[in-house]
Nanobody, 129 residues
Framework: QVQLEESGGGVVQAGGSLRLSCTAS????????MGWFRQTPGKEREFVAA????????LCADSVKGRFTISRDNAKNTVYLQMNSLKPEDTAAYYC??????????????????????WGQGTQVTVSS
């Protein structure tokens, strides 16, 4: 069992930056592919970014490419989402997710919600004009 907790959300002006953190308890994250998703009321949960267990492979949605960066620090059991040049349309609840990796593949990324096994409770990001 993995418990994930996001932090770092808040209210920011358009063009500003935030860094979200996702810290795990219960298990080490070092073997687990990780992802960030976001959701607004009335919309489907949307893929944002993903990172492989060793950090060597990343994937970002087109809507955030060039503005958001996903990274991880396995020694701290934490995954980050650095968000720059924020836009009002980035307003959403942001969720981190972890996937089981029983065969210890270390360079794979995943972008589908159904592929992930563990989810945090979310942190709200609000970008004002």
């Amino acid at each position: 069992q993995v418990q994930l907790e996001e932090s770092g959300g808040g209210v920011v002006q358009a063009g500003g930056s935030l860094r979200l953190s996702c810290t795990a308890s219960g298990r080490a994250l070092s073997s687990m592919p990780m992802g960030w998703f976001r959701q607004t009321p009335g919309k489907e949960r949307e893929f944002v970014a993903a990172i492989s267990p060793n950090g060597g492979a990343t994937l970002c949605a087109d809507s955030v490419k060039g503005r958001f960066t996903i990274s991880r620090d396995n020694a701290k059991n934490t995954v980050y989402l650095q968000m720059n040049s924020l836009k009002p349309e980035d307003t959403a609840a942001y969720y981190c997710a972890a996937k089981r990796n029983p065969f210890y593949f270390n360079n794979r990324v995943y972008n589908l919600e159904r592929e992930y096994d563990y989810w945090g409770q979310g942190t709200q990001v609000t970008v004002s004009s």
